[in-house]
């Protein structure tokens, strides 16, 4: 049952808090690789490209916590599966869940990983393309 009151852009502020929190691991991990590997000669720029993004994310996501904050939101458990990304959180004293499956958040994370790469990310939702994309990745509010 979905919270009672909570609008599309709530949701949506839930599903970019979700994204991006996913979209920092990789970026992290992506580093890490590099950084580790020892396959390249000069891991240091690749990293330095990675690391950019990552604080690119960072910066959106913490907007997005404060649009949360200042709606009475908080997203208090996240659970990984093999289907996807679970959210557990609260809306003005109400309990919700939301689901994303692997299949939308890859192709968004992707997306948006090239955006934060190239340096042109903007607020979540304030793109053009990210507006015409927001049907794209699909959330699902579970009972």
Same mark, same amino acid.
């Given at each position: 049952?979905?919270?009672?009151?909570?609008?599309e852009e709530?949701?949506?502020?839930?599903?970019?808090?979700?994204?991006?929190?996913?979209?920092?691991?990789?970026?992290?991990?992506?580093?890490?690789?590099?950084?580790?590997?020892?396959?390249?000669?000069?891991?240091?720029?690749?990293?330095?490209?990675?690391?950019?993004?990552?604080?690119?994310?960072?910066?959106?996501?913490?907007?997005?916590?404060?649009?949360?904050?200042?709606?009475?939101?908080?997203?208090?458990?996240?659970?990984?599966?093999?289907?996807?990304? %679970? +959210?557990?959180y609260r809306? &003005?004293?109400? =309990?919700?869940?939301?689901?994303? @499956?692997? $299949?939308? *958040?890859?192709?968004?994370?992707?997306?948006?990983?090239?955006?934060?790469?190239?340096?042109?990310? %903007? +607020?979540?939702?304030?793109? &053009?393309?990210? =507006?015409?994309?927001?049907?794209? @990745?699909? $959330?699902? *509010?579970?009972?």
């Amino acid at each position: 049952m979905p919270v009672p009151g909570i609008k599309e852009e709530e949701l949506a502020l839930i599903k970019s808090a979700l994204l991006l929190g996913f979209l920092q691991k990789v970026f992290q991990r992506d580093a890490r690789i590099l950084e580790q590997s020892g396959l390249l000669k000069s891991p240091e720029a690749y990293v330095e490209l990675i690391r950019n993004g990552e604080r690119r994310a960072a910066l959106v996501l913490s907007e997005i916590h404060g649009n949360l904050r200042e709606r009475n939101i908080a997203i208090e458990r996240i659970h990984q599966d093999e289907n996807g990304i %679970q +959210a557990e959180y609260r809306c &003005r004293g109400y =309990r919700g869940k939301m689901r994303i @499956l692997w $299949a939308g *958040l890859q192709q968004e994370v992707s997306s948006r990983m090239r955006a934060y790469l190239n340096g042109t990310a %903007q +607020a979540a939702g304030s793109s &053009r393309r990210e =507006r015409m994309e927001k049907g794209n @990745l699909k $959330a699902h *509010l579970l009972p």
